[in-house]
């Protein structure tokens, strides 16, 4: 039976998500950045896992810091061949959930505004616009500051 499973990332973990990350944002060798998440208390990397027969697959990550009563998303990928098949929408999800779990009160990212499918994501999971950052990224796009306030039950990862 298929399934999708998260998960912690681990240090074994860093390989796969230094590619998909190069993947989807295009990065240079972010396995340093990303190591540098793994030792930090206050951030989190979630892992997707597609299970399948006796197969299992990374197919993303979320990387999130939790500060006082705060959740800030920084990274939200999926590798390119399993992108619009929902895990990256289950796994924000989950992630919310243990957010909330964890005494969250609200949750924060930051998204481009030509990223219509991310933002309609976003949407969907209850967050709203709240701010804009000018010339945010690298090629000088605007960023735009969403909220979402957590109410969610508890639920483990």
Known sequence: MSALRIRRATVADLETLAAIEGQCFGRHDPHDQLAAELSRSWAVIFVTE???????EV?????????ADEVEVLFV???PRFQRRGHARIAMQETLRWAAGDGARSAVLEVRPSNAAARALYASLGFVEVGRRDRYYDDG???LLLRATLDAPAREL
């Open 77 to 79: 990928a999926t590798a």
């Open 141 to 143: 796009e605007d960023a």
């Open 59 to 67: 197919t993303g990550f979320i990387n999130v810091w939790r500060v």
């Open 50 to 56: 597609w299970h399948e027969a006796a197969a299992v």
